[in-house]
Structures are given as C-alpha cells and as structure tokens.
C-alpha cells in the first residue's frame, strides 16, 4: 500500500491479516491492532512516549530469568491476570474460585506425606493447614493432589533467595476421606519485587506494592478442573489493596492463634502456633 495516512493506516494493516489460515489468529490480532491503534490515536502518542513504551517493555524482558517473570507480575499488577482468570475460570455456586498464580509458582514440588513440614526450617511463626478436597455436592475425593508453597515469615519465596535453596513448597496427596494436612510457618504480606521496570510503574502510578498475607494452592484430581487459588490471612492490612487484584472473599480464612500445646497432626508444640482450616471444592471437568 501506498500513501498510508492517519485515517486509513489501520485498515491497511487489518488487511494484510486476510492470508492468515487460523480464524481464531486473525480474530484476536485484529482486535489487538485495532485497540493498539485507538490508544496511539486516542492518546496521540509522541515519539518519545513510544519509544519510552519499547524501553520499558524491553526492560521487563530483561528481568526475566527461570526463577523471576517479570512480565507475569506486569500482568497482574495491571489486572489482567485477573480478568483472564475471571472469563476462563467461571464457577458455579460453591466451588473454590481461582485467583493469580504469581511469578513465584515452581513446577515438580516434591510429593510429602499427611503433616509434614514444608517449611523446613525457613523462620516464621508455626502453622497448621488442613482441610478436605471435595466436589460441589461436599463428597470427598480420593487421589487429589494439593500443590501448596508460599513464602518465609520474612515475606521472601525460596526463589528469591540466593543460591539453590527451596523450602515452603510441596505436594499432597489425598486419601480415600479428602483430607489433607501439612505444618508450615503462618505467611506475611509482603512487597511484589520493586527493583525492576514494574516496581518502578507502580511507585510512578502512587500505587503500594504490597500484597497480603496467603498461601499458594492448586487443587488437581483426575476428572475434575484444576483451580489455582489463595488462602488469605484474615484481619490482614492489604485485604482491600491487594497490589495485584487477587483477593476474593470466599478466600479469606481465619488463622486461629493457640498457646503451646496438643497440635492438629497429633502431636504438641512447645511454641505458640496458629492454624488454619480450609476445605476445597472442585468442579467436574
């Protein structure tokens, strides 16, 4: 095409999605070239702010490694991760809903028995967590796997600490009642990372970076949807400003504070501990 001006750019470019074989391709490439060019013509974007938008960009790339994604946390202190959540991971009444997945997540945690420990010596406040895996009418399920991890009580994952080193993560399987338990330290909230291009856009913006208190959690079993989840701290101070949009209601749980004492996997603590309970609700696939 020659002579592309303002008015007829656009159409210009949607054209050349014709000779695209893949229907759902050409669908949402079109959509993207025509919202990209109502922002530039809607913000009339200079130059310099363009070129500020690639260098960003660039620079989130940059921060990316095989413990970090930084682009992911760039989706969700947006919001998108959770609107993408939100339209693919609709629920029906009483099932466990999903929230983010986090930049932090690790695959191949190791499998642990009823009430280990994950935290593995990571220094925090004990915890207990238990609950049962059942299905929206409450029977349990046999064989559901429980990925939990989170982070130290000092507010850092394993993965952001130096050197090879994992700790507050594993995997549980349920038996023939749904139960599942485990021992860990209680979670705090804690800042998103802020030493990259994210971290920057959200102090610009005035925004905190602050998320609350939780555990990680993906529910799996076979002939079920998988659901990647949250369990928040109640009465935590960024409930209502989770720096990435996660919080949901039904998520919140009461980490219940005891003296020392008899403890929920049978045995007895010589230290205060708290302890939460949470049952998760799966949808058949």
């Known amino acids: 095409m020659r002579n592309a001006t303002e008015d007829n750019l656009t159409e210009a470019v949607l054209a050349k999605l014709n000779g695209a074989g ?13 919202h990209l060019h109502g922002f530039i013509r809607e913000t009339e974007l200079t130059e310099k702010e363009w070129l500020a938008g690639i260098q960003f960009l660039t620079a989130v790339g940059h921060k990316c490694d095989d413990k970090r994604q930084e682009f992911i946390l760039l989706s969700d202190t947006l919001g998108v991760s959770m609107l993408v959540d939100a339209i693919n991971h609709r629920k029906p009444r009483g099932a466990t809903e999903n929230t983010v997945l986090g ?16 935290a593995e010596g990571a220094p925090g406040e004990p915890a207990y967590v ?3 895996v059942l299905d929206v009418e409450g029977r349990p399920i046999e064989g559901a796997f429980i990925d939990v991890w989170q982070t130290d009580g000092e507010g850092f994952y394993d993965a952001q600490r130096p050197g090879d080193v994992q700790y507050a993560r594993g995997r549980f399987t349920t038996g023939a009642d749904g139960r ?12 998103v990372p802020t030493d990259g291009p994210v971290g920057k856009m959200l102090l610009r913006m005035g925004r905190h970076p602050y998320r609350p208190a939780h555990v990680h959690a993906i529910a799996t079993a076979p002939g ?62």
């Open 22 to 34: 893949d229907a759902r391709f050409r669908q949402v490439m079109g959509s993207l070239i025509r």
């Open 130 to 132: 238990w609950g049962r």
């Open 224 to 285: 079920y949807e998988r659901v990647a989840t949250h369990l928040f701290v109640a009465g935590d101070e960024y409930l209502d400003s989770d720096a990435v949009f996660g919080v949901k209601h039904s998520l919140v749980v009461e980490f219940k504070d005891h003296a020392a004492g008899p403890t929920p996997d049978g045995k007895r603590s010589g230290e205060p501990f708290c302890s939460a309970e949470f049952d998760f609700r799966l949808v058949q696939a």
């Open 180 to 191: 599942y338990g485990f021992k860990t330290i209680k979670p705090v909230s804690y800042p």
């Open 103 to 118: 930049p932090f997540y690790v695959s191949g945690a190791k499998d642990k028995p009823m009430w280990a420990d994950i």
